[in-house]
């Protein structure tokens, strides 16, 4: 059977995901000022919802609303959305933002295992497992590894972290089933509608009436609800019918560099010269898995 690959489009595609995935983290710590983490996903999934419901609304698109199809939306919500996006704004009450990045980054390898399990054209060979490890280190290596003496599986914030990493790795394997046949746009406005549902109905139990944010937290929520939410998942969901839910979750690998770089544009923080080694071993990694290459040097190679 043939194996999933990612594209030059779709590596552009993956690395403009990476682009708004970056500076959420920067966001949500910019928004929890004022609001608590739930409302925070409420805000979110709700916000999105909306934007792409107008899309649809321009676009004239149908979104399925038998009872097969409406289990699958609130399914796909749960392990993409509520879960990862709760367990993540929990937890960085607590866990310091760079060692939040790294444990985000092993999304990526959940998400090649988790796959590999589920689809029969993303096995999971010797070569990608290779690249995926190596990203990882990468993502490790910019980071700062000092923060991994920091790394305490008894902490509540920490498993919760590699919980919202699990709950993506199977939330990308069950988008692709559950947008088999649909328009991209279609899953994605579905998903978060379930997830808006899910998301206030948790808020309103857990946080009571929301409060009213702050002017900087109202901006960081419009910057979760439309790049970094709406817009990614419109491409996020294209990319998953055409590369694959292991492919796509190597998104996680680009994101923590690209929050970095982000920092030392936005906010005029330094880089560390082990940073720019970091980004080699991330680049190199991401070389192994894309396999073009190493093909062409392999059928170059002589007798």
């Known amino acids: 059977m043939q194996q999933r690959s990612l594209s030059t489009r779709a590596w552009l595609e993956l690395s403009s995901i990476a682009l708004f995935w970056g500076g959420s983290f920067l966001a949500i710590s910019l928004a929890l000022d004022s609001i608590g983490p739930h409302w925070l996903v409420a805000w979110r999934c709700t916000g999105a919802f909306l934007i792409l419901l107008i899309y649809a609304r321009l676009k004239s698109l149908h979104v399925p609303m038998d009872r097969r199809s409406l289990a699958g939306f609130f399914v796909l919500s749960l392990f993409s959305n509520v879960i990862p996006f709760s367990l993540i704004s929990w937890a960085q009450i607590t866990v310091p933002s760079g060692l939040t990045s790294i444990i985000n980054a092993s999304t990526a390898i959940f998400g090649v295992v988790v796959a590999s399990i589920a689809f029969a054209d993303e096995r999971l060979t010797p070569r990608r497992l290779a690249g995926v490890l ?120 680009l994101v923590a560099p690209v929050a970095v770089l982000l920092g030392a544009l936005v906010l005029d923080e330094t880089l560390p010269p082990r940073a720019f080694v970091g980004f080699a071993a991330i680049g190199l990694g991401l070389l192994v898995l894309d396999g073009r290459i190493l093909s062409r040097v392999a059928r170059n190679r002589p007798a």
């Open 134 to 253: 190596m990203g990882f280190a990468g993502v490790v290596i910019v980071i700062g590894p000092d923060l991994l003496r920091g790394m305490d599986l008894t902490s509540a914030g920490q498993l919760a972290l590699v919980g919202a990493s699990l709950s993506y790795a199977i939330g990308g394997a069950v988008g692709r089933r559950v947008g088999r046949g649909l328009p991209p746009q279609v899953t994605a406005l579905g998903m978060l509608g379930a997830s808006s549902l899910l998301a206030v109905f948790l808020a309103l139990l857990t946080e009571g009436a929301p409060t009213m944010p702050t002017p900087v937290s109202a901006g960081a929520l419009l910057y979760l609800a439309a790049p970094a939410t709406a817009l990614a998942y419109l491409i996020f969901y294209r990319l998953l019918t055409t590369a694959g839910a292991g492919n796509v979750s190597l998104v996680t690998l």
